[in-house]
């Protein structure tokens, strides 16, 4: 990456623009919805995915904020609502003081460009059919920008900002290995300057070798331009490095937010301690790790077309009580946690991750193995 590159102003920016005081992208009971439908030989519908239901999150100026849960917890659907390539079915997305939730093409057209996204499968998310020249240069052209000393100059200086070689312009994407594909997918949401990138699970597809140089390429390029980033992905260790900012999703919900050293350090949700107890570490010397709790959970997430009363958690929580059942759990400020560390828990964790007195393991074949070994 050459030191001496310098990144033209910004084109074009909408009358929006927030202060450093409020947030960038405020994001309040966004909820989404999939029909199932059935029946013949009228179709009807018989019920819905509850994919995302009632998630509020915030992300200032300049801030990472990251987007962690297991799969299928409904992560990349809230970014695709929050990049509007899908329609919310309740809820609000306030992007620069500004309601988008409903915007339609036209109200959209002003701040899309300062909305961008980076997709997670580096080999599907670029055109087979067009050059990296062509792939970045689309979405200026779609936009009706024409940089200082035109697009192709713009094209080969993005290039060069993500790590490739500007005589790439004119190749086509099935000669780029998996981590350069990534890079272009990065350079295309530079091309229009943005104030916000999702980046959704950019690096799950790419070999470990190559998924530190892209994480630390986004680094560089958020303090570089000081763009926000909202950055989804299942993998803590990522997610710790690179963002300021966590919540932790569950089912379709937000159960935990706040700074990245109460997260991992001091977290208060049963889930939270689950998620960071099953990240894998290695004694040098052969023995295990000591020190840290040890939880291991039983049975699948439950189907998000039927998802349990109340804390949707309760099924796999060793602290699950009756109220569990009939309350759901509001996202509050607990007493002892820092400003801004909310949860969703009426029975929460100690706000640590040290070793238990007695290894919470719900699994009852993981319990009987472990029982015969003993």
């Known amino acids: 990456m050459s030191d001496n590159l310098t990144l033209p102003a910004q084109q074009g920016p ?38 995302v239901d009632g998630v509020s999150l915030s992300v200032g100026v300049a801030e990472s904020v990251g987007l962690v849960g297991e799969s299928g917890c409904g992560k990349s659907t809230t970014g695709r609502l929050i990049t509007r390539l899908l329609e ?28 961008q996204m980076i997709f997670q499968d580096p080999y599907s998310s670029l055109n087979p059919r067009q050059t990296v020249g062509s792939i970045i240069k689309s979405p200026m052209e ?36 998996g981590g350069q594909r990534q890079r272009i997918g990065v350079a295309r949401a530079l091309a229009l300057e943005p104030k916000l990138i999702v980046a959704d699970e950019p690096v799950s597809a ?20 000081g763009i926000a980033f909202l950055f989804i992905a299942h ?3 990522v997610v710790r490095h690179f963002s300021q900012r966590v919540a932790v999703m569950y089912l379709g919900k937000v159960v935990e937010v706040g700074d990245r050293d109460s997260i991992y350090n001091r977290p208060r949700h049963p889930y939270t301690h689950a998620l960071l107890s099953a990240v894998p570490e290695i004694e040098l010397d052969g023995g295990s790790p000591e020190g840290r709790e040890r939880i291991r959970l039983s049975g699948d997430v439950p189907s998000p077309i039927s998802p349990p009363s109340g804390c949707r958690f309760r099924t796999r929580c ?15 400020q607990l007493s002892g946690n820092r400003a801004g560390h909310l949860t969703a828990c009426h029975f929460p964790e100690e706000p640590t991750t040290e070793a238990r007195d007695e290894d919470v393991v ?13």
Do not use: M
């Open 318 to 332: 060793w602290k699950a009580q009756d109220k569990c059942a009939t309350e759901e759990p509001p996202l509050v």
């Open 14 to 51: 909408s009358d929006a623009t927030p202060s450093s005081t409020e947030p960038l992208l405020e994001v309040e009971g966004l909820t989404k919805h999939f029909p199932i439908y059935g029946g013949f030989p009228i179709k009807r519908k018989v019920g819905a995915v509850q994919a």
């Open 362 to 374: 719900l699994d009852p074949a993981l319990k009987a193995l472990e029982g015969d070994a003993d």
């Open 142 to 177: 779609v936009n009706g920008i024409e940089p200082a000393g035109g697009r192709e100059k713009k094209v080969r200086e993005l290039l060069e900002l993500v790590g490739l070689n500007p005589e790439h312009y004119n190749r086509f994407p099935h000669e780029f290995s």
């Open 206 to 225: 790419l070999d470990v070798s190559i998924q530190a140089q892209v994480v630390n390429l986004l680094q560089q390029v958020q303090k570089e331009l």
């Open 235 to 237: 993998d803590l260790a």
């Open 88 to 115: 919310p079915t309740a809820g609000k997305i306030t992007y620069a003081g500004q309601d988008i939730t409903h915007a339609s093409r036209r109200q959209l057209a002003p701040v899309r460009s300062e909305i």
